[in-house]
T-cell receptor
């Protein structure tokens, strides 16, 4: 399974753009990159998923360079309610593989 | 459309007891996975059920067992509870239509073992 490395924590201020980078040097050809958000005592919430280049939805963008050895989750204009743990997962369900959670990045948005 | 639901929301047990947690998957989903999340840690995969059988298992002892019913709902059973079993137990569901279907999580059951 591809191992991921993320910063343990990040601080930001309301209204700023936040970029969280995840390293996954041994990503496999069939692996996708998925990001989840988790608030205390709640289940993780799917944010975005991509395979290559750039993916954008209503809450975030995901930038994946050509070599796919890293990815960056971009949250535009964060608010206090974006304070949460963000997990980067790399994997695929092919051949019964499971996605593995790391320790995540604690994002704290300050007023 | 209801998402993944879990019951109960909170549970307190004592060492040595047994516990059963329940999960109903999101509508249209047929695959259910269970995770254990200790305080300050990421979720750890316990096992996955599809077609009423355990298909994949993480590094958990056989005190942890499960079941999936014909309506795709699932139970997680933990026997001989230890203090270290105190955690948030998460259920997640997805379909098996593709290699990377999005997995949706329930709100979790908080288990405290005294």
């Amino acid at each position: 399974l591809a191992k991921t490395t993320q910063p343990i924590s990040m601080d930001s201020y309301e209204g700023q753009e936040v970029n969280i980078t995840c390293s996954h040097n041994n990503i496999a050809t069939n692996d996708y990159i998925t990001w989840y958000q988790q608030f205390p005592s709640q289940g993780p919430r799917f944010i975005i998923q991509g395979y290559k280049t750039k993916v954008t939805n209503e809450v975030a963008s995901l930038f994946i360079p050509a070599d796919r050895k890293s990815s960056t989750l971009s949250l535009p204009r964060v608010s206090l309610s974006d304070t949460a743990v963000y997990y980067c997962l790399v994997g695929s369900y092919l051949r019964g593989r499971q996605l593995t959670f790391g320790s995540g990045t604690q994002l704290t948005v300050l007023p | 459309d209801a998402g993944v639901t879990q019951s109960p929301t909170h549970l307190i047990k004592t060492r040595g007891q047994q516990v059963t947690l329940r999960c109903s998957p999101k509508s249209g989903h047929d695959t259910v996975s269970w995770y254990q999340q200790a305080l300050g840690q990421g979720p750890q995969f316990i096992f996955q059920y599809y077609e009423e059988e355990e298909r994949q298992r993480g590094n958990f002892p056989d005190r942890f067992s499960g079941h999936q019913f014909p309506n795709y709902s699932s139970e997680l059973n933990v026997n001989a509870l230890l203090l270290g079993d105190s955690a948030l137990y998460l259920c997640a569901s997805r379909t098996r239509q593709g290699p990377q279907e999005t997995q949706y999580f329930g709100p979790g059951t908080r288990l405290l073992v005294l």
